[in-house]
């Protein structure tokens, strides 16, 4: 291709991005065992892989238009994959971004809250079964799901966040499931009684707004 692509060669920008979301992750994730560190890590190549193609080199973009044509001639072709593929420029893009990141601040949102709800239990020595915990089990997870699929897939999709998406979920409802063994050997049947009321990481219906605003805290505590 003779003629470059838009919103690419930003690499001070991709650094700087990857750097400041790479502190965010190990600063409320921060991982303990090896499986801790495998989700973390996969987080870590889904940040590295999204950033690098958005400011720095568009890489699903050259491997589309090289083997599948995507461009077919256009002239409006763009380094983000929604904007090339409906057609419609910088509308697509734009459409793209605001939906992707209103995804992307809603499940950082919950995501944190989660954290201060379960580090708040976890100093007084009590099960989290209030708040968002009263909603789901996993808060900080689904809320990561949210924020990630928001970004990777929504706002710029590329082949690797796309297809790192998928594998980060399952490693993290596998680790999910570990944990709750442990929870269960430390609060025994307080803990099995709320895990048969409280759906693992999607709310029940009519609970979805709720969840999302975040405003939950102690009129969700289970008895």
Avoid: C
Avoid at 206 to 219: A, E, P, R, V
Wanted: glycine share 12%; no cysteine; net charge positive.
């Amino acid at each position: 291709m003779e003629r470059g692509i838009e919103h690419s060669g930003a690499w001070i920008i991709a650094l700087f991005v990857i750097v400041f979301a790479s502190w965010l992750l190990y600063k409320y994730m921060a991982p303990k065992t090896w499986r801790e560190w495998v989700g973390a890590g996969l987080i870590q190549g889904f940040i590295i892989a999204l950033y690098a193609e958005m400011y720095g080199f568009p890489l699903t973009i050259y491997l589309m238009v090289r083997f599948l044509g995507l461009d077919s001639g256009s002239s409006g072709l763009n380094a983000n994959l929604w904007s090339t593929l409906v057609g419609v420029g910088e509308t697509g893009m734009m459409i793209s971004m605001i939906v992707g990141y209103a995804l992307l601040f809603i499940g950082f949102g919950i995501f944190i809250q989660g954290w201060r709800q379960l580090y708040r239990a976890k100093e007084e020595g009590r099960l989290a079964k209030d708040g968002l915990y009263g909603l789901v089990r996993h808060p900080q997870y689904t809320g990561l799901f949210i924020g990630l699929f928001g970004e990777g897939v929504i706002h710029w999709p590329t082949i690797f966040s796309v297809g790192l998406f998928p594998v980060i979920v399952i490693a993290y409802v596998l680790l999910a499931k570990r944990e709750e063994k442990k929870v269960i050997e430390e609060f025994g049947e307080e803990y099995l009684e709320y895990k048969r009321k409280v759906p693992a990481f999607l709310p029940i219906k009519g609970k979805w707004k709720q969840f999302i605003q975040g405003t939950t805290t102690d009129q969700n505590k289970l008895p």
